[in-house]
């Protein structure tokens, strides 16, 4: 059940679910791909200034260290670090039992803290140290998903970690998950609520998302976060643009009418756009050949 915080001044109202430890996700955060050298600017505004309390970041995307300091910054201005919930991932190289430890305890360092909300597993596949992407023959291969999350569950049970669970997982390997998990998975992570920057799809300037908008009053950023919102899950629209920061938040006081929710949901050409064929698929030499492998033949 959602709970609302109101927290007055510049600041945005925030809801939040409970999560499997009973610890609470705020519904929106702030996303960190490709925010470069912007993301410490980015993370300590949107949180001292605009009332952001969730930022997703992960290993791979090279920018943890400028996260921790923006984390800093905002803790420094005030914000307690119980209130913040911050999440990180577990890159494909570091998927092997004896590289989980190494891997969260770089993060940490990182991000210049003593415990995560949310650490996730990023994919599940194996990538081998310096794999060539995409990978040449025996760079990637299946990881030993029980081992790994055995020590993701150690990370639990030592309080260094609230919660853990899952990206870009298949309806097959999460049960696989299932089967073998002593702690159940918190989160199976759902992604670029705007459709992404370059590469993915301009979802912003989509004419039935600027239709709704021009409706409602609101931006086409804000609509396309409101309906994830409506949707039921959390969101984690990433920027660095001071305006887009303030407006993906300002989502709580206002919905999106059934009829309109559901021509948003019935928008043409849907498809799944970071579907990994760049960072996984050798169409030659597998063992991934196809997206279709990637995602275990479920769509
Ligand atoms: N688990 C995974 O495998 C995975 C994969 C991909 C992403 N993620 C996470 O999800 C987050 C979000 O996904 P994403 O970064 O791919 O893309 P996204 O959030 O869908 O889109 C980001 C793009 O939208 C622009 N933007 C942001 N707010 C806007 C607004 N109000 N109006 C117009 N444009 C706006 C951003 O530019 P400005 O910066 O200029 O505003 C940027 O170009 C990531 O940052 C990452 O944390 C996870």
Not at 161 to 175: H, P
Request: net charge negative; charged share 25%; hydrophobic share 35%.
């Amino acid at each position: 059940m959602a709970q609302a915080t109101f927290t007055g001044g510049e600041h945005q109202q925030m809801e939040y679910v409970p999560l499997m430890s009973g610890h609470k996700i705020p519904l929106v955060g702030l996303g960190t791909w490709k925010s470069s050298s912007q993301a410490t600017n980015s993370v300590s505004t949107a949180i001292a200034e605009l009332g952001y309390r969730h930022v997703d970041t992960a290993a791979e995307y090279g920018v943890q260290k400028e996260v921790g300091r923006g984390l800093k910054a905002a803790i420094h201005a005030g914000v307690e670090r119980k209130h913040l919930f911050v999440t990180s991932k577990i890159w494909c190289s570091d998927l092997s039992p004896e590289r989980v430890r190494l891997a969260f305890n770089r993060t940490l360092q990182d991000l210049q803290l003593e415990y995560l909300d949310l650490y996730l597993i990023h994919w599940p596949f194996h990538l081998k140290e310096g794999a060539s992407r995409p990978p040449k023959a025996g760079e990637v291969t299946e990881f030993d998903m029980e081992g790994v999350w055995r020590e993701m569950e150690k990370l639990v049970n030592e309080k260094l970690v609230r919660d853990i669970g899952v990206c870009n997982f298949t309806i097959k390997k999460l049960n696989n998950l299932l089967n073998v998990a002593h702690i159940k998975p918190s989160v199976c992570q759902a992604y670029s609520p705007l459709g992404s920057q370059e590469g993915g799809r301009d979802l912003v300037h989509d004419p039935e998302v600027d239709r709704v908008a021009e409706k409602l009053n609101k931006t086409p950023g804000q609509v396309l976060v409101k309906w994830a919102l409506q949707r039921g899950t959390s969101v984690i629209p990433k920027s660095t643009n001071p305006d887009h920061l303030k407006e993906n938040i300002n989502v709580f006081d206002w919905a999106i009418p059934q009829q309109d929710f559901e021509a948003l949901s019935n928008i043409k050409n849907q498809k799944r756009e970071l579907d990994g064929e760049i960072l996984f698929v050798n169409k030659s030499d597998g063992p991934l050949k196809s997206v279709a492998d990637v995602w275990d033949n479920e769509d």
